[in-house]
């Protein structure tokens, strides 16, 4: 086990991959976009635990909302299924949507000129 400016203790180990992945990993290296292998490893692996990270906080917002529409439906503050008012309200929000981006490349162009 060796010590690297930065880091804690680092331990060696030896992973496989599939051609695919392993060209990619040293066509990383040979680009000079990283000076080692393990550094692109390392990078790796920095952007999945973030990515996970991310996954597990968006699984507890989503569990937590479900909670609050049990929490609602017990309550009885539920209102009938109604796929018209759903649409319409859909509708509405997409011409909000293309109103909001046209008078923005309106304001956009203006500031242009």
């Known amino acids: 086990m060796t010590q690297e ?3 804690g203790a680092i331990e060696r180990l030896t992973i496989t ?3 695919d992945m ?3 990993v040293k066509g990383a290296v040979d680009e000079g976009d990283y000076a080692s292998t393990s550094e692109v490893i390392r990078d ?3 952007d999945w635990k973030l990515k996970r990270e991310l996954r597990l906080h968006k699984l507890a917002e989503l569990k937590a909302e479900i909670e609050i529409g ?3 439906y017990r309550a009885g503050r539920v209102v009938e299924f109604d796929a018209e008012r759903i649409a319409e309200h859909g509708r509405e ?3 909000k949507r293309r109103k909001n ?4 490349r309106a304001s956009h ?3 242009a000129k």
């Open 101 to 104: 981006a046209q008078t923005g």
């Open 22 to 24: 392993a060209g990619l």
């Open 5 to 7: 400016a930065g880091m």
């Open 93 to 95: 929000l997409l011409a």
């Open 17 to 19: 991959l599939p051609s």
């Open 70 to 72: 049990m929490a609602d």
């Open 109 to 111: 162009t203006a500031s």
């Open 44 to 46: 790796a692996l920095r």
